[in-house]
């Protein structure tokens, strides 16, 4: 018996590497000639390799999901002669399950291997092998680029029903990112905490599905995008008595109107000004991808945990049906009986913290996006107020930015016209 070598192929797309998704063999199996024994995957597909060899595995180089680069061993195997090729009674492969790499694999009848000529392509273009066999791609799989696929897969998640918003439906991070977001809103409930044992020995707390994907979410966005937060205490009596105003008259009676629609009303104008805050770092491209729309995102606290619905394009909403809508997904929130489509595409997010008496917080930005606002509670203090000292009600706000895509110019003049409309409302025309 003499040891043979497998190393990656070229596999003719212009790429140096490739991962090894899964092996169809083991160590001190019996491999015959053109037998499928691995899948890896490329920029455009995941290709079947055919083994060029037949005879034991003696060793399998690489694990499943490691990159491995072009030429590197794959398969060592002890050679057995006997075990096909012409002149042998030993099974051949059948002809239908046909090597899916051009120039690789061997015809079963000869036991050689072909020169190579032709290059391996897309699903979407089949190529010809030399033995004139069609090059079998998996066109099941959706189109995307391996660190997406490798994200997709790293979360269970099955990019065919990942609807793509890129180019000609090619699946991007941040669809898969979306996905992600909802699971991780919509996934069971954590523990419930029970009462401290009194005997005082450690207790020990199943993660739940929904806290591990919330973690992973926000670890991912924290080591990800470089965070930023600036803070900018207001003087909101002005507001208050614009949204006291507002419920007396009748086409609000239906809708609470209250200080967190009321900002994100201005946030949502704000934010065409500074559409660099309504965007998000495409590392895959290369890219700043600017939004077309504002879908703004609303933290929920709820039973289940932390929920963030969408008003889409809240931009085109005047007050009132943005309240309503508002109202409407913090009812759902809280029931927990939110929509997927309710729960994704969020471009800015608000949260307020000051419902739980909190007077300021550094927000992490959501996955996929490039800012988020919190607001603290609203509560009396001291406060100087045309040249006196008086008792009006403050705020204080803190913006979280992606900071490479926003710089500190951009972010203080957003934060600064939040600050200036909320203290003064009849300065929406001017800021926005």
Excluded at 26 to 32: D, I, L, R, T
Excluded at 71 to 82: E, I, K, N, R, Y
Excluded at 269 to 297: H, M, T
Excluded at 333 to 351: K, V
């Amino acid at each position: 018996m003499t040891a043979q070598t497998f190393n990656l192929p070229d596999l003719g797309e212009g790429l140096t590497e490739s991962e090894v998704l899964n092996w169809k063999i083991k160590v001190g199996e019996h491999v015959a000639l053109n037998q499928i024994i691995a899948e890896v995957e490329t920029a455009k597909a995941v290709v079947e390799l055919p083994s060029p060899f037949a005879g034991i595995v003696q060793k399998l180089h690489a694990d499943e999901g490691q990159v491995v680069p072009v030429g590197a061993a794959l398969v060592t195997f002890d050679d057995d002669a006997s075990s096909n090729g012409p002149g042998t009674d030993a099974p051949e492969v059948k002809q239908e399950r046909t090597p899916t790499l051009v120039g690789y694999g061997a015809p079963a009848a000869s036991g050689k291997r072909p020169t190579r000529r032709g290059r391996a392509v897309a699903a979407a273009s089949p190529a010809v092998q030399e033995s004139g066999a069609p090059v079998q791609v998996r066109s099941d799989v959706a189109r995307s680029t391996p660190p997406v696929r490798k994200l997709a897969r790293d979360h269970g998640i099955d990019l065919s029903s990942v609807a793509g918003t890129g180019p000609d439906g090619l699946v991007l991070r941040r669809d898969v990112e979306a996905l992600l977001e909802v699971q991780a809103q919509r996934s069971a409930a954590p523990a419930v905490q029970e009462p401290m044992a009194s005997n005082g020995q450690d207790r020990r707390i199943k993660i739940s599905a929904m806290r591990r994907a919330t973690a992973k979410a926000m670890v991912q966005s924290a080591f990800t995008a470089p965070h930023a937060t600036e803070f900018l205490t207001v003087d909101v009596t002005g507001s208050l008595e614009l949204i006291d105003k507002l419920r007396a008259r009748k086409e609000f009676r239906e809708t609470k109107v209250n200080f967190t629609s009321l900002s994100a009303l201005l946030v949502s104008r704000l934010l065409l000004k500074y559409p660099a805050l309504n965007s998000r770092w495409d590392e895959a491209n290369d890219e700043i991808i600017q939004f077309g729309a504002v879908n703004l995102g609303m933290a929920v606290a709820s039973e289940r945990g932390l929920l963030v619905p969408v008003v889409k394009e809240a931009q085109n909403k005047s007050l009132e049906p943005l309240a309503a809508e508002l109202n409407q997904l913090v009812a759902h929130g809280r029931a927990g009986d939110l929509t997927p489509a309710q729960l994704s595409g969020g471009t800015f997010s608000i949260t307020n913290v000051g419902v739980f008496g909190v007077d300021a917080g550094t927000p992490i930005l959501p996955p996929g996006q490039t800012g988020i606002l919190a607001l603290g509670q609203v509560k009396p203090r001291p406060w100087e107020y045309r040249g006196e000292l008086a008792l009006r009600n403050t705020c204080t706000l803190a913006l979280s930015f992606d900071h490479r895509v926003v710089d500190g110019k951009e972010a203080s003049e957003f934060l600064a016209g939040i600050g200036a409309v909320l203290e003064d409302p009849g300065m929406m025309n001017f800021f926005v």
